[in-house]
């Protein structure tokens, strides 16, 4: 990869790549663009399978948290981080002290949150080194549940545009991954009466799932097939695919997963199939929104929580209507939307 020819085209401020031989640490935290404020985003583990997977990963995830914060009117930049390793079997104390005062050397141009493979656990050895940590338990807490509900209402407001009506009862909604989000949304679309179908490749979430909410459940790879109104992207990326996108029998992509399509192309593929995309960073922004409050230093409570979470159907609509109105993709419409807002004149 030629590293300064991605941060360029991408618009990446700051890469820093961590490495602590004592306690096996390897990470890369992204700042991608402070121009809002403070680079805001989580701090992921996973298993690359490559270490060139984890530069894109978070060269991607980074740059999408700008337009994140920006489309939710945040004071905030963007920027993520990744830790390489197994989160089932690589985590220590000394890991995280470690990925902490990497962070802490960026003073507070970085602030870090958990994300996919760490959790407000991880955090509180993580805040041994730092103070530039949100979404810590008795602060803010865990973002997933306001998450999920931020979906929820971004789901509805697919559905008004759709159908003209966001009234969920006896909507199909096929939901891949059964995670903190994905769980919490199956809540809270069961409750709304909608007929949830559901996958995940551990055998513990589809059993919680079915014995909580009684729904129905097929094969990780069945997912893209199964006749639904809705697709709920709520697990990993790139899920809109070349080997996914033509088998999709929804009229509505929209879920919480980061960068779920593939290539900016499949945006195009999903619209000339007559499937309106929700984009993610804009359907999703209900964790950061939550951690905002807890990093601006106002009291938290979740009426202010509930009041900003209209932010997202609010934008969804806007994004809808313009790229209507321009004839582009809504993912197109949704970044030229954010970049008249972080972009310096
Ligand atoms: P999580 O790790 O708790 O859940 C992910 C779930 O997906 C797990 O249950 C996992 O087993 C399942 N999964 C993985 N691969 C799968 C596959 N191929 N098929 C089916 N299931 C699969 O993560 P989460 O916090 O729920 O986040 C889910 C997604 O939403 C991620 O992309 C994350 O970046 C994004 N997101 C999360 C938040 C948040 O507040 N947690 C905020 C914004 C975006």
Redesign the pocket.
């Known amino acids: 990869m030629e590293l300064f020819k991605v941060l360029g085209e991408m618009g990446h401020e700051e890469v820093v790549f961590c490495n602590d031989p004592e306690s096996g640490l390897k990470a890369i935290i992204a700042v991608h663009n402070t121009n809002l404020g403070p680079a805001l985003g989580g701090c992921?583990m996973w298993n690359y399978a490559s270490e060139e997977d984890a530069i894109r990963d978070v060269l991607r995830l980074s740059r999408g948290m700008t337009y994140k914060n920006a489309m939710m009117n945040l004071p905030l930049g963007g920027g993520k981080s990744v830790i390489i390793g197994d989160p089932r079997k690589d985590k220590s104390e000394k890991l995280f002290r470690a990925f902490g005062k990497f962070v802490n050397s960026l003073g507070g141009k970085y602030i870090t949150a958990e994300?996919?493979?760490t959790s407000p656990e991880d955090m509180k050895i993580v805040v041994q080194e730092t103070s530039h940590v949100a979404g810590l338990d008795g602060k803010s807490g865990d973002?997933?549940p306001?998450?999920a509900l931020g979906v929820f209402l971004g789901i509805k407001a697919c559905c008004e545009w759709v159908y003209g009506s966001d009234d969920l009862k006896d909507k199909t909604v096929a939901l891949?991954?059964?995670?903190?989000?994905?769980m919490e949304l199956v809540r809270l679309l069961t409750e709304a009466g909608a007929k949830l179908v559901v996958?995940?490749?551990?055998a513990d979430?589809i059993n919680e799932a079915k014995e909580k909410y009684g729904v129905q459940v097929v094969e990780?790879e069945k997912?893209y097939d199964v006749p639904c109104d809705i697709f709920a992207p709520?697990?990993?990326?790139a899920v809109i695919n070349e080997n996914t996108v033509d088998r999709l029998k929804c009229k509505i992509v929209a879920g919480?997963?980061?960068n779920q399509l593939k290539e900016e192309s499949f945006a195009e593929k999903l619209a000339q199939r007559g499937i309106l995309y929700a984009p993610d960073y804009v359907i999703?922004g209900?964790?950061?929104i939550n951690v905002s409050i807890e990093v601006s230093g106002q009291a938290y409570s979740r009426e202010l929580v509930n009041e900003k979470l209209q932010i997202i159907p609010k934008r969804l609509k806007e994004v809808f209507q313009f790229a209507e109105k321009e004839g582009i993709t809504t993912a197109r419409a949704a970044d030229i939307i954010a970049e008249k807002i972080f972009m310096k004149k």
């Open positions: 992921r994300d996919v493979g973002p997933s306001i998450t891949q991954g059964l995670g903190h989000v994905g996958t995940d490749i551990y979430r990780p997912i709520c697990a990993l990326g919480c997963a980061n999703n209900g964790g950061v």
